[in-house]
């Protein structure tokens, strides 16, 4: 085989590149220049020649990951999605609560017009200074209330005594209430209710809904003052107790 030459300086050489998805066929001559620094450019341009050369073919497919990319990129994430706080959830009491009272005398309050309430809930809670005891209610209107001071605990309609754990024992009597199966919302069912970290209140006994009103008792460890107050969003009586001093 003779010896090849090379191309002079000055000369122009064409390059024959294979165009993609065409097999060896040519798809377009590019003049390439044997100055060093066209080389440079020539060499840039054929480690790029796939992205160049695409629509050499008239092929107009799209790449899927790219595509997958893309869409992923333009859709929001699930993660950034957020959710309305929940009002039941919020915290029970409120700041503009009455101030306890210098005593321990019984404290009462009304029922809505259209009051007929069931109990769905009880539970306690420790603050600075006090004990809550918070007896959430459903159906229809807000419930009043009666709580005061009793030397024993019974049951409302039979007259059973009632074991209450405390050395004091507060009643517990909601007016404006209903049966459950006509207010339509399932009644409190649990035992008694304690928390470990309460420092007054040492449980609260769920008796009763009779004839309009429903009676629960809430031991005590002293006959401390108590205040008590409504709030809404769901209804709930809210009984506070300080306390000893």
Same mark, same amino acid.
């Given at each position: ?123 306690? %809670?420790?603050? !600075?200074?006090?004990?809550? #005891? @918070? $007896?959430?209610?459903?159906?229809? &209107? =807000?419930?009043?209330?009666? /709580? ?47 928390? %470990?970290?309460? !420092?007054?209140?040492?449980? #609260? @006994? $769920?008796?009763?809904?009779?004839? &309009? =009103?429903?009676?629960?008792? /809430? ?27």
């Amino acid at each position: 085989m003779g010896a090849r030459s090379s191309p002079g300086a000055g000369e122009t050489i064409h390059a024959v590149v294979a165009c993609p998805g065409q097999g060896a066929r040519p798809c377009q001559a590019l003049p390439v220049s044997t100055r060093p620094r066209a080389v440079a450019v020539l060499l840039l341009s054929l480690l790029a020649g796939p992205a160049v050369l695409s629509g050499c073919g008239g092929d107009d497919e799209t790449d899927p990951a790219s595509a997958s990319s893309t869409l992923a990129a333009e859709e929001p994430s699930s993660s950034s999605a957020t959710t309305a706080p929940d009002e039941e959830t919020a915290e029970d009491g409120a700041t503009d609560a009455p101030p306890f009272p210098a005593n321990a005398e019984p404290d009462t309050a009304d029922a809505s017009a259209d009051a007929s309430v069931t109990v769905t809930d009880i539970r306690i %809670g420790r603050h !600075e200074g006090f004990d809550r #005891v @918070v $007896f959430e209610v459903g159906g229809t &209107g =807000t419930p009043g209330w009666d /709580v005061r001071y009793v030397d024993a605990a019974s049951s409302q309609g039979s007259g059973a005594e009632i074991a209450v754990d405390g050395s004091a024992i507060l009643q517990v009597t909601l007016t404006g209430a209903g049966y459950p199966f006509d207010t339509g919302v399932e009644e409190f069912s649990g035992g008694p209710v304690s928390s %470990g970290d309460a !420092e007054v209140v040492t449980e #609260v @006994v $769920f008796d009763a809904t009779f004839e &309009g =009103t429903t009676v629960a008792f /809430v031991g005590a460890r002293a006959e401390a003052p108590f205040r008590v107050y409504l709030l809404d969003g769901p209804p709930r009586v809210v009984l506070e107790v300080a306390d000893p001093s």
